[in-house]
């Protein structure tokens, strides 16, 4: 008797040995990834994990590491469950906040199941990297009515969806006389390709807008910030029409001179022309 009870306690202590053996094996053999380490803004991640129990309810969260884990918007960072396949297998998204919640951070993502417990951290950075505005492709001249063209490039980085708002910044505005249009006002990027995309935009002018150099800025928002590019429309001055006529006739001791007429847009007379000199004895 005394035999078997030492057997059992031995037993016992095998048993116990085993579970916490299989218990560690199956918290270490738990994992969760992503389908990237960065994503922009407005991205989604895509997750995918193993090493959980065949058929079990797995708990995910997405936290902000550090002192405030549910950042500024609590709504993305709620837990939420998936059911992992026969083979204990989860997949599962998440979408990365567009409204600045996520721009910058660090999160880590963890994944519970009724034993097995993973983690991975990942991060979130802009892949909108710039953009860039060419001159005016055409000379402007007061009195005519004509239009501009600037070519504006909008560069990214990386993987990931990316769209990029184009306006004119109503702080720094064009003039009165001067309408704009963007061959694209919404440049759209999908997959990793291409790196950079033009819109084109266009500037058009009234014949009455005054000669001069006209600064205005280029409002540019996509993947959770905002650029502003400098730009210069220049309006060059009109030339005048001037038509100077000289004397040419028999001598009649009179005074004589140049006659002419200067004028300019719209054939609009102006005043100052001078013809120099009248004379009355001049040899020849």
């Given at each position: 008797?005394?035999?078997?009870?030492?057997?059992?306690?031995?037993?016992?202590?095998?048993?116990?040995?085993?579970?916490?053996?299989?218990?560690?094996?199956?918290?270490?053999?738990?994992?969760?990834?992503?389908?990237?380490?960065?994503?922009?803004?407005?991205?989604?991640?895509?997750?995918?994990?193993?090493?959980?129990?065949?058929g079990?309810?797995?708990?995910?969260?997405?936290?902000?590491?550090?002192?405030?884990?549910?950042?500024?918007?609590?709504?993305?960072?709620q837990?939420?469950?998936?059911?992992a396949?026969?083979?204990?297998?989860?997949?599962?998204?998440?979408?990365?906040?567009?409204?600045?919640?996520?721009?910058?951070?660090?999160?880590l993502?963890?994944?519970?199941?009724?034993?097995?417990h993973?983690?991975?951290?990942?991060?979130?950075?802009?892949?909108?990297?710039?953009?860039?505005?060419?001159?005016?492709?055409t000379?402007?001249?007061?009195g005519?009515?004509?239009s501009?063209?600037?070519?504006?490039?909008?560069n990214?980085s990386?993987?990931?969806?990316?769209?990029?708002?184009?306006?004119?910044?109503?702080?720094n505005?064009?003039?009165?006389?001067?309408?704009?249009?963007?061959s694209?006002?919404?440049?759209?990027?999908?997959?990793?390709?291409?790196?950079?995309?033009?819109?084109?935009?266009t500037?058009?002018?009234?014949?009455?807008?005054?000669?001069?150099?006209?600064?205005?800025?280029?409002?540019?928002?996509?993947?959770?910030?905002?650029?502003?590019?400098?730009?210069?429309?220049?309006?060059?001055?009109?030339?005048?029409?001037?038509t100077?006529?000289?004397?040419?006739?028999?001598?009649?001791?009179?005074?004589?001179?140049?006659?002419?007429?200067?004028?300019?847009?719209?054939?609009?007379?102006?005043?100052?022309?001078?013809?120099?000199?009248?004379f009355t004895?001049?040899?020849?």
């Amino acid at each position: 008797m005394k035999t078997i009870l030492r057997n059992s306690g031995f037993l016992t202590i095998v048993l116990l040995i085993a579970n916490l053996f299989f218990v560690s094996a199956a918290f270490g053999q738990a994992t969760v990834m992503t389908d990237l380490l960065d994503y922009p803004p407005g991205a989604t991640a895509i997750i995918t994990g193993s090493g959980f129990q065949a058929g079990e309810t797995v708990t995910l969260l997405v936290e902000h590491v550090g002192d405030d884990p549910l950042g500024t918007d609590e709504q993305y960072h709620q837990p939420w469950t998936v059911v992992a396949d026969g083979s204990g297998n989860i997949e599962t998204s998440w979408y990365v906040p567009e409204d600045g919640d996520a721009l910058g951070a660090t999160f880590l993502l963890t994944a519970d199941g009724s034993i097995a417990h993973a983690e991975r951290t990942f991060t979130d950075a802009s892949n909108f990297t710039g953009a860039t505005i060419g001159a005016q492709n055409t000379a402007l001249t007061y009195g005519v009515g004509n239009s501009t063209i600037y070519a504006i490039t909008i560069n990214r980085s990386g993987n990931g969806n990316l769209t990029v708002g184009l306006s004119i910044d109503p702080s720094n505005p064009l003039p009165i006389g001067a309408t704009s249009t963007f061959s694209v006002s919404s440049v759209s990027f999908t997959g990793n390709t291409p790196s950079s995309k033009i819109s084109n935009l266009t500037i058009s002018t009234t014949n009455f807008l005054n000669a001069g150099s006209y600064n205005f800025k280029v409002k540019a928002t996509g993947g959770g910030i905002t650029i502003f590019i400098d730009a210069v429309l220049t309006i060059n001055k009109a030339d005048a029409s001037v038509t100077v006529n000289g004397y040419t006739g028999t001598y009649d001791a009179a005074a004589h001179g140049a006659s002419g007429s200067a004028t300019g847009v719209g054939g609009v007379a102006l005043t100052g022309l001078i013809l120099g000199d009248s004379f009355t004895n001049v040899p020849g």
